[in-house]
């Protein structure tokens, strides 16, 4: 593997690492779940919903390498069955976070970190998106002259990971944070929470 990492062009590396820092900040599916669990649940929950999501991611990556990726691109049925139930799950996600609108402001714990790590892998993994994006997106980097497509493609999922994880970790802390100065609002963050999660479901049924 090191021997396939240090072959690679150090312009295409710095090339892909600055893409992939670019996809990062843009607003997503994945930043707007870290950012509305950080909100919910302040810095702990925001990081945990960052590990979560970057679980799901490697899922992808290592489906990029062997192929999967390519069998929802050919198959639309799968696609969109996988599709449906990402949306449905971020429907209930939106839903809990509707009725729960008094949660933190009578004392109540919000979910731990456990639950909410789940619920970021789950809301990852069930987006085709992110599985048909690093299908398409990775292997624009890779070069069948330095070895194997599927070891380039771990590297790169990699590297894209560690890139992403520390930049959700930090929306994460940084959601959390201001949410603390928020509290008093718990119900209205609440609403904003379901609203981006119903949105976000929207978005997967009507793409």
Known sequence: MLEILFA??????????????????????DFVFVSASGIQGGPRIGMAAAVGINIGILVHV???????????????????????AGAVYLLLLAWRSWRASGELEQGRPAPGAAETI?????????????ALFIFAFIPQFTDPAIGPLWAQILIL?????????????????LAGTLSDALRSRVRTLNKLTSILFAGLAARLIID
């Not at 290592?62 to 449906?84: E, F, K, M, N, Q």
């Not at 520390?166 to 994460?172: E, K, T």
């Open 8 to 29: 690679f062009d150090p312009l295409v590396l710095a090339s892909f690492v600055a893409a992939g820092l670019l996809l990062n900040i843009t607003p997503g599916a």
């Open 62 to 84: 290592l489906a990029a390498a062997i192929g999967v990726s390519a069998l929802l691109l050919a198959h639309p049925g799968a696609y969109d069955a996988v599709r449906y």
């Open 118 to 130: 789940r619920r970021g892998f789950l809301t990852n993994v069930l987006n085709p998106k992110t």
């Open 157 to 173: 999922g990699a590297i894209f990971q560690i890139n992403g994880l520390i930049f959700v970790l930090a929306l994460g802390a």
